[in-house]
């Protein structure tokens, strides 16, 4: 089977993410670890619970991370994800934190891959704090996985949270940085321009979030709030999605770690991140011309084969 690390920041596209990958029945998830994004960490750890307990999965292990960024300054994406992160559907029966590890997060992903060499593959799809300090404690960690999943970052200049800045990158930008120099194993990146070229017709959604299941149900209900910001005119207007659909730029990465042949087309670059800069500050750099003397190389995701995902994210809500 496929033995999975999950990194998530649990707002709307990270429980779709998640879901994805509760449906395959030969993938392992070893641990999640839950790190501060979308919203504040004592609400992703309670939406990542919520939605194991949808799917009846609340046997796997669910990790307490970073609560705050290296240096950037927090921030969450509430106009987006709500003030919960997903939202904001009351919950009249919450699980409780009792269910989380005592076990911090850093110390479970960092074991769990050294117990496990060659064999991991990491899906991150939030600031990359947890793997940054990851990284820190046990320099060994990116030769000993199998690859590394993210969501985050953008080729061109088009930012969603600042002019030039996609959320993961801008919310921990020296992370972001620190992962980038030193994950030098097989990475995947599913950049924001990418999800939005690739985004779900509407149709699509009213046919994968109506199917009759409780999975689908409660989907249905978290995604309304971002589906309507997603929808409202000033969003599809700066975000350049108009009319294209909803953009569950998560998904992107997990989907494609869990069945490789979804990434039609990649391009295999040097990328780094932009640490100063008024309008750029985490901002993703790709070095064409090779000048910051980087070997490692990551593959950017152009092209998917979406027909595929989306029966992958169909089955997911059955
Ligand atoms: C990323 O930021 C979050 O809002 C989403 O969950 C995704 O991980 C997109 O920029």
């Known amino acids: 089977s496929k033995k999975l690390w999950v990194d998530l920041d649990t707002g709307v596209d990270d429980a779709q993410a998640l879901m994805l990958a509760l449906v395959e029945p030969d993938v392992e998830i070893l641990g999640i670890s839950c790190v501060h994004g979308n919203t504040p960490l004592q609400n992703v750890l309670q939406n990542t619970l919520r939605v194991l307990k949808v799917c009846g999965r609340l046997d796997i292990p669910v990790y307490k991370g970073c609560q705050r960024p290296l240096l950037s300054p927090k921030q969450h994406a509430s106009d987006y994800h709500g003030k919960d992160g997903l939202g904001d559907v009351p919950d009249p029966d919450p699980p409780s934190l009792d269910l989380l590890q005592k076990e911090k997060a850093v110390p479970a992903m960092i074991k769990a891959i050294k117990n496990n060499p060659g064999e991991v593959t990491l899906v991150a799809t939030a600031p990359l704090t947890n793997l940054a300090v990851a990284v820190q404690?046990?320099?060994?960690?990116?030769?000993?996985?199998?690859?590394?999943?993210?969501?985050?970052?953008?080729?061109?200049?088009?930012?969603?949270?600042?002019?030039c800045g996609e959320f993961n990158f801008v919310a921990d930008t020296e992370a972001a940085y620190v992962v980038l120099e030193r994950y030098t194993c097989p990475t995947y990146i599913a950049a924001w321009e990418f999800s939005c070229r690739s985004s779900l017709p509407w149709s699509f959604c009213d046919q994968w979030l109506g199917q009759c299941t409780d999975k689908a149900q409660f989907m249905k209900q978290i995604t309304a709030f971002s589906r309507s910001t997603a929808q409202s005119e000033d969003y599809e207007t700066t975000q350049s999605t108009a009319g294209k659909g909803f953009n569950?730029?998560?998904?992107?990465?997990?989907a494609a770690a869990l069945d490789e042949s979804l990434m039609l087309e990649n391009e295999e670059v040097v990328v780094s991140v932009e640490l100063e800069g008024a309008h750029t500050r985490g901002m993703m750099v790709v070095d064409y011309m090779g000048l910051l003397k980087k070997k490692h190389k990551a593959f950017v995701m152009k092209k998917f084969d979406l027909e595929k995902f989306q029966g992958m994210l169909m089955k997911s809500l059955q």
């Open 248 to 254: 569950s730029c998560d998904c992107y990465a997990m």
């Open 137 to 163: 404690l046990d320099p060994s960690i990116p030769k000993k996985l199998k690859a590394l999943f993210l969501m985050g970052g953008n080729v061109d200049s088009r930012g969603n949270t600042t002019v």
